[in-house]
């Protein structure tokens, strides 16, 4: 009996410390996901970050939206469902390129300028470079899609 616990519990160790890896390196994965926002001839580059709110929205990709402008500070779409809050924090702060979901309306909100902290926003990403495609008047088609 002692002669298999010796051999059973090393083996038992090193299968921990697998599963434990394999799950960091899907957390990682998760965490750097990557979007393209599709703008006419444009393409948007945008790193999301892990959270409930996220994952469900990138459940909804690919997904074409017809943004509108809000208050010339961001542009906004609904979305076809509300998203998933779990976990998510009272309200942000957006920095410009932020793309944000705000969940008293169901909408979704990427800021092309600056704005104060809001109640009921939650974060999901951010743009990487290329804003200055969304500072336009008027409507505009964008498709989201997983890079």
Known sequence: MERKRKIFLPIFYFMVLLVGSIGSMVRAEEATMN??????????????VDSPTTRDFLSLLPIEVTLEDYARTEKIAYLPRKLSTEGAPAGIDPSIGDIT???????????????????????????????????????????????
């Open 101 to 147: 979901y705000y969940a008293p309306w169901g909408n979704l909100a990427i800021f092309y300028n600056d704005f104060g902290y809001s109640r009921g926003l939650i974060l999901l990403g951010r743009i990487e470079s290329g804003i200055e495609a969304l500072r336009v008047d008027g409507f505009v088609p964008v498709r989201f899609e997983r890079e």
């Open 35 to 48: 979007i393209r926002i599709i703008v006419g001839n444009t393409t948007l580059k945008a790193k999301m």
